[in-house]
């Protein structure tokens, strides 16, 4: 079992920035692979970053350049780096991971994460 806690969520103008951390404890985070979700009120959960155990990442082309995943493994922490946001950016960010993925094939699927965290809100305005 891992659990997992989102943080660094908040309210920021356009063109801002912020830093959303995931925090895994329970089981030993070796091996897992991380993604990042976003769900926007009345639309369905979306991709949004993801990197493997040994540092491979793919992003949504709506952030590619704008977001940057990272994750220190010695802290058991995985990091979405947030810069020049829009307010589409806006939505509740979650935090996901799974052991056993085809991570070059499923990364970007929801249903290949076992494991989520609460999520917390990211809101840009304009």
């Known amino acids: 079992q891992v659990q997992l806690v989102e943080s660094g969520g908040g309210l920021v103008q356009a063109g801002g920035s912020l830093r959303l951390s995931c925090a895994a404890s329970?089981?030993?985070?070796?091996?897992?692979?991380m993604g990042w979700f976003r769900q926007a009120p009345g639309k369905e959960r979306e991709f949004v970053a993801a990197i493997s155990w040994s540092g491979i990442t793919y992003y949504a082309d709506s952030v590619k350049g704008r977001f940057t995943i990272s994750r220190d493994n010695a802290k058991n922490t995985v990091y979405l780096q947030m810069n020049s946001l829009k307010p589409e950016d806006t939505a509740v960010y979650y935090c996901a991971a799974q052991r056993t993925l085809n991570f070059y094939r499923d990364y970007y699927l929801p249903a290949s994460y076992g494991y989520w965290g609460q999520g917390t809100q990211v809101t840009v305005s304009s």
């Open positions: 329970g089981r030993i985070f070796s091996g897992y692979a």
